[in-house]
């Protein structure tokens, strides 16, 4: 049965309430499982073990920026064109740091928004959540938890039971 169906989804009323049925659903055991919420919670980040791995992109990219500025004037200034203006060396740092600057925020810039399309797994207009009962609600006033079919201790029964202890205004099956 579990494989017909996508998982199960519990309607909260309030954070809070959100926040302790996913905790509770951590400590039984449950790994598969997201919180949808029309605001972020933090506690929901620690409780899911969400990390971020955009600041390490936006950094790699920043890095290359600075390399491929410096790396842009070098070639131009020492290799294709040198010219020896007002007794500076071709190899004059100091002028190149607009460059790498701009470059730098480019660069970063960039790997922040493709690095956030490819770990949102954007672009993806379908996720089978979309098919809960009444979850448009959760751009408004409501809270949800989703606990997947696919997570090793699910059992529809059983999962469907653990929820409902948890005191939702209401469990439904998402269909995928």
């Given at each position: 049965?579990?494989?017909?169906?996508?998982?199960?989804?519990?309607?909260?009323?309030?954070?809070?309430?959100?926040?302790?049925?996913?905790?509770?659903?951590?400590?039984?055991?449950?790994?598969?499982?997201?919180?949808?919420?029309?605001?972020?919670?933090?506690?929901?980040?620690?409780?899911?073990?969400?990390?971020?791995?955009?600041?390490?992109?936006?950094?790699?990219?920043?890095?290359?920026?600075?390399?491929?500025?410096?790396?842009?004037?070098?070639?131009?200034?020492?290799?294709?064109?040198?010219?020896?203006?007002?007794?500076?060396?071709?190899?004059?740092?100091?002028?190149?740091?607009?460059?790498?600057?701009?470059?730098?925020?480019?660069?970063?810039?960039?790997?922040?928004?493709?690095?956030?399309?490819?770990?949102?797994?954007?672009?993806?207009?379908?996720?089978?959540?979309?098919?809960?009962?009444?979850?448009?609600?959760?751009?408004?006033?409501?809270?949800?938890?989703?606990?997947?079919?696919?997570?090793?201790?699910?059992?529809?029964e059983r999962t469907r039971s653990f929820l409902e202890s948890?005191?939702?205004?209401?469990?439904?099956?998402?269909?995928?």
């Amino acid at each position: 049965m579990s494989e017909s169906i996508y998982g199960l989804i519990a309607r909260f009323d309030t954070p809070e309430a959100v926040v302790e049925a996913t905790r509770r659903a951590r400590e039984a055991g449950y790994r598969k499982m997201e919180a949808y919420s029309p605001f972020p919670i933090e506690e929901l980040t620690e409780i899911l073990d969400f990390k971020p791995k955009i600041q390490y992109l936006v950094f790699i990219g920043g890095v290359l920026g600075a390399l491929t500025g410096f790396a842009l004037q070098y070639y131009a200034s020492v290799i294709s064109y040198p010219l020896i203006i007002g007794g500076r060396p071709f190899n004059s740092w100091p002028a190149f740091i607009v460059v790498e600057f701009e470059l730098t925020i480019l660069f970063a810039g960039l790997a922040a928004v493709f690095g956030m399309l490819g770990l949102n797994g954007f672009p993806h207009p379908y996720h089978p959540v979309f098919n809960a009962k009444d979850f448009k609600l959760v751009s408004r006033d409501k809270f949800f938890l989703v606990i997947e079919s696919s997570d090793p201790r699910f059992d529809a029964e059983r999962t469907r039971s653990f929820l409902e202890s948890l005191n939702p205004e209401e469990v439904t099956e998402v269909q995928p």
